[in-house]
C-alpha cells in the first residue's frame, strides 16, 4: 500500500499532478452548477413578476 | 447544415441536451473511474520512466480536450458569425473556461512530469511555447466576453480571436516533427498506428473518452445558463421600456 502511495519515488511529481487535474476539473463543476442555479432563480422570478403583472 | 438548424431554436437545444445530460455525467464518472483504476493499478511501470508515467493518464486526455475543445470553439465562432447561429457563439462561450482548465492541468502535469524526467521545469521549445500560447488563447477569448457591454459586439469580437487564434492548433500539433523539441515525438496519433502499449494505450482512451463526457455534460449546463442569462438581459431590458 505504501509502494503504491510512494509511485517509486516520483510521488511528489505523480500526485499533485492528479491532484491538480482532479481540482480544475470539480472547481469547473461547481462553478458550472452554481452558475446555471443562480441563473435559474433570477430567471424564474424575473418571470414570475411578469405573470403578476399581467392581470390574466 | 440541416442538422444545425434543429439546434438554432434555444428552446429545442436545451430540450435536447436536457435529455443528454445524464448520459454525459454517467459516461463520465464510469470511464473515468474506470480509467484511473487501470491506469494507476494495473498498467505496469515504464522501464525508462517507472512510476512516473502514470501521469500520462492526465496529461495527454487533458492536453487532447485543450485542442479538441478549442477546435471546436472555431468552429462554433464560424458558425455564429457566418449563420448568425444563436446558440453557437453560446457553445464557444460556455466551451472556454473548461479549455483553459484543461490547458492548465496539462501545463502542470507537464511540468511535474519534466522536472524528473527531463530535469528542468519547463524549457522554450515548440512544443510547449505554442501550447503556452493556447492558454493565453483562451484567456485573451474569454476576457473579451467580458470587455463588451453588448453581448453581441463581445461575441463577435470573441469569435474573430477565436478563429485567429485556430492555426495555433495544428502547429502545437506537428510542432514536434517540424520543429526539434525536448518535447518527444507523437507517439499515439500518428499516420502508421500508435506506437505504444495497450496496456498503456488502453486507459489512456478510456480516460479521453471520460474527460470528453466530463466536457460534455459541463458544457450543457453551461450553455443552457448562458442561455437563461440571455432571457434575463431581454426581460430586464423590456422592464426598463416599460
Redesign the interface.
Known sequence: MTE?FH????AA??W???G??AA??I???I???R??VR??D??DK??SQ?TKRKPS | MVSLHKFANPARFVRMSSALLPWMVGMSAVLITVGLYLGLFVAPPDYQQGESMRIIFVHVPSAWMSMFIYSGMAIASATGLIWKHPVADLLAKASAPVGAGFTFATLASGSLWGQPMWGTWWVWDARLTSYLILFFLYIGYMALWEAFDDPQRAGKAAAILALVGAVNVPIIKFSVDWWNTLHQPASVMKMDGPAIDSSMLVPLLIMALGFTAFYGAVVIVRTQREIMARKVRTLRMAQVQA
Open positions: 503504491f509511485m517509486g519515488g516520483y511529481f505523480v499533485p499532478s492528479f491538480i487535474t480544475i476539473m472547481a469547473i463543476v462553478d458550472s452548477w452558475g446555471f441563473e435559474r433570477t430567471l424575473l418571470q411578469r
